[in-house]
């Protein structure tokens, strides 16, 4: 073998070990978190994240999510309880294939332990989401009052 044969075959060991195998091609992303907002809350309590997730592809599952302004960010759902609504985690949310879900307060959404600062009314918080699939997708959550039911009207524009 020559010296530039070896070289060669190093360098493409390399590039095929630093890409995990995969080329130099990465999937492209095909959810897309929409209408991201939360709702006003102090430092040192929790806060909550609402979104609509768009998926243009195979089914997915949304596995975690992070946020710098919290401990920790969990999935959870509300569920009945012997008559009371209770919060409770869950392992993933589904994304169905060429459809969408839409973490709304009763239902799924994100949880957001024990926040370092609080959510100001106006403030965007970054929140990083993590799909099986589609791996980290970015969004910003757009912080409403403390009572508001709903993203404002110009969280639905793009």
């Known amino acids: 073998m020559t010296d530039f044969s070896r070289?060669?075959?190093?360098?493409?060991?390399?590039?095929?070990?630093?890409?995990?195998?995969?080329?130099?091609?990465?999937p492209q992303a095909t959810i897309r978190a929409e209408a991201g907002w939360s709702r006003a809350a102090g430092a040192g309590r929790t806060g909550a994240g609402y979104l609509t997730l768009r998926n243009g592809g195979a089914a997915d599952r949304l596995v975690s999510a992070r946020a710098e302004i919290a401990r920790?960010?969990?999935l959870h759902t509300h569920m009945h309880d012997n008559g009371v609504m209770r919060m409770r985690p869950v392992e993933a949310i589904e994304?169905?294939?060429?459809?969408?879900?839409?973490?709304?307060p009763g239902g799924m959404h994100l949880m957001l332990l024990e926040l370092k600062r609080p959510l100001n009314q106006g403030d965007q918080v970054p929140v990083t989401l993590v799909f099986e699939r589609a791996g980290e997708v970015q969004l910003q959550l757009a912080v409403q009052s403390a009572g508001a039911r709903g993203p404002a009207p110009a969280a639905h524009r793009h």
Do not use: K
């Open 95 to 104: 994304v169905p294939a060429n459809g969408s879900v839409t973490l709304e």
């Open 7 to 26: 070289r060669a075959g190093l360098g493409a060991l390399i590039a095929l070990v630093a890409t995990g195998g995969q080329g130099q091609a990465q």
């Open 72 to 74: 920790a960010v969990e």
